[in-house]
Nanobody, 117 residues
């Protein structure tokens, strides 16, 4: 089992940047594919970015391509979401997700990102 703790959210002006962190506790962080999701009020949770367990492949929502990246640090058991050129429509609660063997999934508690215009 793995526990995920997100941090780094906050209030930022449009055009600014934020870096979210998701620290994983437990063993075998390198075995987990990791992803960031977000959910805005009244909307469904959507995938923002994902990275494979080995870090060799990433996937991004069209709405964030070219602006967000999802690096991971195996020494720190942490995955990040680097968000640049933020827009008001990026405002949402951001959640970290860990997936093992496409069967076991774990979620963090979320961190709020608010982008003002």
């Amino acid at each position: 089992q793995v526990q995920l703790v997100e941090s780094g959210g906050g209030l930022v002006q449009a055009g600014g940047s934020l870096r979210l962190s998701c620290a994983a506790s437990g063993r075998s962080f390198s075995n987990y594919a990791m992803a960031w999701f977000r959910q805005a009020p009244g909307k469904e949770r959507e995938l923002v970015a994902a990275i494979t367990s080995a870090g060799g492949s990433t996937n991004y929502a069209d709405s964030v391509k070219g602006r967000f990246t999802i690096p991971r640090d195996y020494d720190k058991n942490t995955v990040y979401l680097q968000m640049n050129s933020l827009k008001p429509e990026d405002t949402a609660m951001y959640y970290c997700k860990a997936v093992l063997l496409s069967v076991y999934t774990y979620w963090g508690q979320g961190t709020q990102v608010t982008v003002s215009s």
